[in-house]
């Protein structure tokens, strides 16, 4: 008779199982434009953090205020030079890296916030749902730019660190509604109950079970909101009442122009160009995350 079959010539060698981040990130990659996006974003995140290292100019210096103001882009200033004789290249450059770290921690405190509150209000529903929920309608029928202008004209020198802190915590309330509609709906699913049956307590349910699960929108919004942010905090250093000078920050070198854009182009078009590419690229990218969530959903 013949002998055993030894177990590896009869059973296949089981895979191991993908994480939910590499398929997300091998579902991103299968198209052509988020290809590109993700380039380009990482083009310019490699040159905000080496902005000390390739930037021809310190950023704040102000060589010869009235030989070399206003001079059109050349070799020696590509981008050319602002009313303070100081290098374009150079400004836009570290602003690029002010810019990126304000809206990734603007938006990481938005998440933070907007996920406890929404998963909270979620999952004890009743009372306390109904009542955090009135409180956010009160929050959402605050316009966001309107609050934030009444705040920064009534401290018009706050620090980066408190500029960051009002950006996230006056963008949470979207959030937090989507994570509540999300833990609504999970937290009566079998995998809840089993785990509630097993003795798990209330926060174990929540950071374990239901979180997890939250992981797809929860990326979305976190991509598309750092873009919003960086907008926001472009357009209020416009206003004169976001980053403060000399810092530089796409918002306030295009706002060192603005009353002289048909001279000064170059203080408008490029600081412009670099902001709407790294929106841009957001946006494409939180778009096919929500792509690829909708098409697990």
Known sequence: MPGPTPASATSKVARPRESPLGLTVRAIMRKRSSRIALFALGVIVIVGLLAPFIAPYDPAAQPDIVG????????????????FSRDV??????????????????????????????????????????????????????????????????????????????????????LSR????????????????????????????????????LVSPIAVAATIGVGHVIVLEAGLSFLGI?????LAS????????????????????FPGLFMVLTVMTLNILGEALRDVYERRS
């Open 68 to 83: 070399l103001k206003n001079q059109s882009p050349s070799l020696a200033h590509p981008f050319g030079t602002d009313p």
């Open 178 to 213: 989507i994570v509540r509609g999300q833990v609504l709906a999970l937290k009566h699913a079998e995998f809840v109950t089993a785990a509630r049956a097993l003795g798990a307590s209330r926060r174990r349910i929540l950071a374990r079970h239901l979180l997890p699960n």
């Open 89 to 174: 290249l150079s400004r836009v450059l570290y602003g690029a890296r002010l810019s990126l770290v304000i809206g990734i921690l603007a938006t990481f405190v938005s998440l933070t916030v907007g996920v406890a509150y929404g998963a909270i209000s979620g999952y004890f529903g009743g009372l306390v749902d109904s009542l955090m929920m009135r409180i956010l309608d009160a929050f959402l029928s605050i316009p966001r730019l309107l609050l934030l202008l009444a705040v920064l004209v009534a401290w018009p020198h706050l620090s980066i660190g408190a500029l960051i802190l009002f950006l996230g915590l006056t963008g949470w309330f979207g």
């Open 242 to 246: 976001g980053v403060p000078q000399p």
């Open 250 to 269: 796409w918002g306030n070198i295009i706002q060192d122009g603005a009353d002289q854009v048909a001279t000064l182009w170059w203080m408008s078009l």
